[in-house]
């Protein structure tokens, strides 16, 4: 099995408090979970889950990075 790496975006939902992690590289792969740790295993069954309906030849974008801008608003 091919290891291959992921860059997780992680934000806390201000409501529930809960991390939700958001895989940059597969768009619609994401969950939650109250805690790192579990965010950690979370996102792992995720992305094993995207693979598992992806089609073989779908390519997938390049994280590049982030950018924080101020905006006044």
Request: with cysteine; proline share 8%; net charge negative.
């Amino acid at each position: 099995m091919k290891k291959q790496t992921f860059t997780v975006i992680v934000e806390r939902d201000p409501e529930s408090n809960w991390l939700v992690g958001e895989v940059a590289e597969l768009p619609g792969c994401y969950t939650q979970a109250p805690d790192l740790p579990a965010l950690e295993k979370n996102i792992q069954e995720a992305i094993r889950g995207y693979f598992h309906v992806a089609s073989d030849n779908e390519p997938f974008p390049e994280f590049v990075g982030t950018l924080r801008l101020a905006v006044a608003v």
